[in-house]
């Protein structure tokens, strides 16, 4: 079945340092990525998304991401956390011809302490 | 341009009532996808609908939910018999393209108690 894993329910960081949250999906033909972000009680903001270009996606606030095919990885990261990073982070994916129907990962739930 | 708007955000519904969630796209948007996300999990795709059409309802249970986007107002989900088990958030979002390189637009979401 087509699914994505996220590797850590939970990760914790202090305030400057960097951010790694895992994400495998199950391989297919050229896949669509994203990754969205959900603070509390609220919805789902898209925070970067690849489909077949650079395999180095830039997002908002800083984060990225990097897509590596032969890993089937798609790990998101930013240089230094903020306390206003935290919050559940979904990775996403899309397939072809699946009509732009979401498959959702599990959630990492990412604490960022002062 | 106003985002996804959903409505009511918070409902609470005695078990055996009727809930109905209400999603008004954004301006231009023709697809809309209906998501649920229970207690301790991720989101779950429920339903892919187009004006007056429903596409791909592989994730709605068999009985009791119901979708539909008609072609003048928002859409609604509907759920019969409500039991605590339907007890989560719905999330709607819409698209102005089923493409997948289209980011889908999300609401805030409609948390439903069944008490």
């Known amino acids: 079945a087509q699914s994505v894993t996220q590797l850590d329910s939970h990760v914790s960081v202090s305030e400057g340092t960097p951010v790694l949250l895992r994400c495998n999906y199950s391989?297919?033909?050229?896949?669509?990525l994203f990754w969205y972000v959900q603070h509390p009680n609220k919805g789902l903001q898209l925070l970067l998304k690849?489909?077949?270009?650079?395999?180095l996606v830039k997002g908002i606030n800083g984060f990225e991401a990097e897509f590596k095919k032969s890993e089937t990885s798609f790990h998101l990261t930013k240089p230094s956390a903020h306390m206003s990073d935290a919050a559940e982070y979904f990775c996403?994916?899309?397939?072809?011809?699946?009509?732009?129907?979401?498959?959702f990962g599990q959630g990492t739930e990412l604490s960022v302490k002062p | 341009n106003a985002g996804v708007m959903q409505n009511p955000r918070h409902l609470v519904r005695r078990r055996g009532q009727e809930a109905r969630l209400r999603c008004s796209p954004m301006k231009g948007h023709s697809h809309v996808y209906w998501y649920r996300q229970l207690p301790e999990e991720g989101l779950k795709f429920m339903v892919y609908?187009?004006?007056?059409?429903?596409?791909?309802e592989s994730g709605m249970p068999k009985e009791r939910f119901s979708a539909e986007f008609p072609k003048e107002g928002p859409s609604i989900l509907r759920i019969q018999q409500v039991v605590r088990g339907d007890s989560a958030a719905y999330f709607c979002?819409?698209?102005?393209?089923?493409?997948?390189?289209?980011?889908?637009?999300f609401g805030p979401g409609t948390r439903l108690t069944v008490t």
């Open positions: 609908l187009q004006k007056e059409n429903i596409i791909d």
């Open positions: 996403v994916v899309s397939y072809y011809n699946q009509g732009g129907k979401l498959i």
């Open positions: 979002a819409s698209s102005p393209s089923a493409d997948r390189s289209y980011e889908q637009y």
């Open positions: 391989s297919s033909y050229s896949p669509s």
């Open positions: 690849y489909t077949s270009a650079a395999t």
